[in-house]
């Protein structure tokens, strides 16, 4: 560029507009480092108020870091396998340490069925069930609270709370709740589950509902149909590929979610989890570990599998 | 008009006749939904079945779930009658009672009367006493001044007077009300009265019929009545327990031990504000913010430290989760980085993170920091390293290259494309993103605290676990929803500044 460009004077106007420029990049610059000063400030309060009420402190504890890897190593590696597949262990001396035969479920008199693929089986079911009531659910009340469906606001509001205070719910209170009334077992996660799924899924399923065309709804009305026969001939056959992958999506977070409520209020296999870890179990601890980042890992892929069969790319907005 | 567009029945079938393709859907196509719904309809029976849920359903105690979720917004005061063979009563209210150590509220009407007793235990002991004494004098010579200190003994016990009730009214409300006196119990609930007949040990007998609302499981037993949501009583031969129902949360300010205890709002504002100083070395307005955070009931400073604590767990835990999964991400994205081999590296590396859950992390953090939340933080930043990479990488892969293209054209080095041809186009997605999670996170982080790695998930689950402090629990969930419902708004604020309408 040549200099007599740079030294040219500009004229008033010229001047105004370069001046405005400046002040509005000056300030934008002003926002960005308050906003990350703010930012950091924030975190570094945060990380000392963690540390201050943590039982250990970080520096303590980091050197220790990874004494959780030596509580996990096992005396052999095929231990693993034992404890996985319920298999006598060599190292058998009646303590619940290595009593990995006697948790099998037999289901004829030579087959059986290994105690943590039992659990497995029973969580996955858990997340399989309560994740059809909550769409089943979700799917009702999606188009009470669906502003092109429901234009009266009186129903819509009251819906959309509801779906909000469901979703927002502690799931560990319905887990406690359920605990309490009805004695131990896998239905205070289902139910804890299925009612936080009513609320997420009853959330995802109206927003696609808005955005469905609502043309073929139209035609219907031109002939008389009823609201019911509307939406159920003019909107469902739009919305029902978008809801199948939420529902699938909301089943691999389901999978996860029961495992931590098993662990938390009794039944499935994150409560074999965390007796194992809490009474030092390495083999046990590892078979589940393992297994169940297997059945995650096959449950996330199939359903992205499935997403990409029934709605194409654009499944892969991740939404919780 | 609709009803002249609606085609009549023999016109409906002469289309169909003439379209019957359209009409009637292969046979193939109509099977499929069937199809679907028999498999539904038999998964569900099947998981009826393995979760034996009609059983459990049957077995459940309902009765009780209802007085659990009554004491999520209510309290009971629950004084007992206790009835002497006599006649006469005593009424105590229990050492941790709502209202206080010396409570005397007015609906509980006690007619007292002063008693002179004659026997009484002590009475009985001295009696003994004088007894061997008398066996004594027997054999000693002198008896007389022995037997005249018994009977010295045995007046000053007898001439002991006491304070007992005679009478008791306890009053629910207008339709409710319990009178006992003289060994008679008399119920009033709903214009039915029931009169009830103790014994002063163990025989409790009704006269005439019971109402609906009482019950005994066999003659002489104990008698409940329960008044729904009012409250309750039980009739035992010597003891009426009342189980009056209050609405709203008891003493959530003060708790019994206060000094500002059971005074009006009135009278706790005008103490602290002018009031003589309760204790000498401190004003009053930090003594009664003391007893508020240090309330022994409902632990505000604790529950709101360890709410602190959620909060925090869910921000720290994103904004590193963030901060790592950023510059990984290009790693991961292949029209980023060429090499094949990082690219699978990468993303099988935010897969492990992602699929050994939050919760195992959880665990494992938990034993190596301790119980708190340093641990849960932990647990959120592997865990959403993973995911918050996972989606990076996507949206990078699905950047416009015109960009790039145009940065590069004019000879920027690579960390200028990046910066310039790049970074613009996702900075607000991965924004966006992180916000998300964080606001997910802070709903999440509730339930790994319940397997220990801090915050408010393990309170909430000790004092469910006690299932007598419903009240607490209500507590913490009011508190929770209202810090979800700030942080989901903050975020979907900041997303659609971020975003645009189409943010959401």
Redesign the interface.
Known sequence: MPASVLSRQLSDNGALIERHWRELNDRRRLYTTLGLAV?AL??FA??W???D????K?VD?LP?????VG?LMPRDAMEILRALFDLPSPYDDGSFKYNYPEGRLYVTDSLYIPEYVHKML?TV??A??ST?IGAFFGFILCFLAARNLTPSAWVRGPVRRVM??LR??????IA??F?????L???PA?AAVSIHTIGALGKLFF?VVENADMKPEEGLR???GNWIERVWFGIVPQVLPNFTSYFLLRLEINV??S???G??GGGGI?EL??LS?GQGHQAKTLAI?LL??AT??AV?HFSAWLRRRLVGDQA?Q?A? | M??S??PSALEMEAIAARHAHLVQSSSKEGLKPMLICIG?VL??AF?WW??S?GH??A????G??GT?LADWVSYEVRPEIEINPDGTMAVSYGRHSPLGKDPNPEWVMLDKEEVTRAIEAPAAATQARSKASSSFNFMAPDAALGAASAADQQTAVASRTEEVVTRAVVTYDRATRIEVSDKLVAATHAGETVTIMVDGSDRVTAQGDLPPWATQKRRGAKITLSFGLTGWAEIEGNEVSIRNRFFGWANFLFDTNSPFFGKSYGEVARLILSGDRIDPARSNLSLAWDNILYNAEWQHLDVW?KL??TV??A??GT?FASLIAFPLCFLAARNITPSRVTNQLVKRFF??L???????WA??FT?????????G?SAIFFTDTG?LGK?YS?ALENIDDKQREGVKSVGAPPIAVQRFGVLPQVLPVFASQAL?FWE?NT?SA???G??GA?GI?LK??EA??T?SDWEN?AYM?LL??MV??VF?SISNACRSRLMGRSG?
């Open positions: 930012l924030t975190l945060s990380l108020f963690a540390n009420s943590n039982a250990g970080f504890r220790h870091f990874f004494d959780f509580d029973e079911n858990i399989i069930f059809l909000e205070i927002a719910f502690p799931e560990v209170v406690g709740f605990l309490a009334i009805l004695s077992g896998p239905i289902i927003e031109a002939v008389g996860r979610a495992t931590i409520i662990a938390v994150g989890l965390r870890i570990v169940l980042f995650i890992f996330d892969f991740l919780q | 609709i009803a567009t609606k539904l998964y569900l998981s393995f979760f849920i459990v359903l077995n459940a105690n309902w009780i779930a659990y430290t602190l604590q925090v767990m921000f720290v904004v897969d492990f992602r699929s050994v859950d939050m919760f195992i665990l494992f034993r190596a920091f301790g119980p708190g939340p340093l641990a933080i995911t989606l996507e998300y997910s709903r509730t339930i790994i319940a397997v801090g998930g909430l689950w469910m676990r299932n629990v969930v929770i929803l979800v419902f989901d959401h």
